[in-house]
T-cell receptor
Framework: AQSVTQLGSHVSVSEGALVLLRCNYSSSVPPYLFWYVQYPNQGLQLLLKYTTGATLVKGINGFEAEFKKSETSFHLTKPSAHMSDAAEYFCAVSAPSGTSYGKLTFGQGTILTVHP | DGGITQSPKYLFRKEGQNVTLSCEQNLNHDAMYWYRQDPGQGLRLIYYSQIVNDFQKGDIAEGYSVSREKKESFPLTVTSAQKNPTAFYLC?????????????FGEGSWLTVV
């Protein structure tokens, strides 16, 4: 079985400050990892994903995440927050094999607030 | 434009009624999914389908039913057996149900029991 824990249901930053959203996973096999963003009353949009290869992954809107196997983490960062980054962010995992093959398991979400 | 269309956006259901949420995609994707979203709980998988005329239960299938008669369509019926149906429902699709493939989401449908 696999699971995802997002540390902090709410994160608040000032415009221009560093954004750090934390995600830890549990998986019996090396997982594939995703970050999605959701704006109010809308669907989810993929920010970035890690499957294989380079552990530092760059995504859209200036976000990036680093897969750290030893820490079972996939934290999302952005050097400088913008007001338009205010949204809810979801970390998700899928297993490359086994009963969870092809399906995403989501964390509980982190709401990012950006202050002027 | 290619995408996933969910309808209606808002739906109200009376106690004891069945309702059906529509999901149509023109991305030529093989796999389709239904997720339920509740505040603070993330998304939970209801049903998924990897191919026409085939579907599997997800983590919270009780009280729901689906069909997959066409590649582009995957409607979800919320039955009266679902005790707490008020939620935001998201339909999604991917090229195949393969780990690593990106799953694309529709804009969601709000269901409220009145």
């Amino acid at each position: 079985a696999q699971s995802v824990t997002q540390l902090g249901s709410h994160v608040s930053v000032s415009e221009g400050a560093l954004v750090l959203l934390r995600c830890n996973y549990s998986s019996s096999v090396p997982p594939y990892l995703f970050w999605y963003v959701q704006y109010p009353n809308q669907g989810l949009q993929l920010l970035l994903k890690y499957t294989t290869g380079a552990t530092l992954v760059k995504g859209i809107n200036g976000f990036e995440a680093e897969f750290k196997k030893s820490e079972t983490s996939f934290h999302l960062t952005k050097p400088s927050a913008h007001m338009s980054d205010a949204a809810e962010y979801f970390c998700a995992v899928s297993a490359p094999s086994g009963t969870s093959y092809g399906k995403l398991t989501f964390g509980q979400g982190t709401i990012l607030t950006v202050h002027p | 434009d290619g995408g996933i269309t969910q309808s209606p956006k808002y739906l109200f259901r009376k106690e004891g009624q069945n309702v059906t949420l529509s999901c149509e995609q023109n991305l030529n994707h093989d796999a389709m999914y239904w997720y339920r979203q509740d505040p603070g709980q993330g998304l939970r998988l209801i049903y998924y389908s990897q191919i026409v005329n085939d579907f599997q239960k997800g983590d919270i299938a009780e009280g729901y039913s689906v069909s997959r008669e066409k590649k582009e369509s995957f409607p979800l019926t919320v039955t009266s057996a679902q005790k707490n149906p008020t939620a935001f429902y998201l339909c999604a699709s991917s090229p195949r149900s393969r780990s690593g493939n990106t799953i694309y989401f529709g804009e969601g449908s709000w269901l409220t029991v009145v």
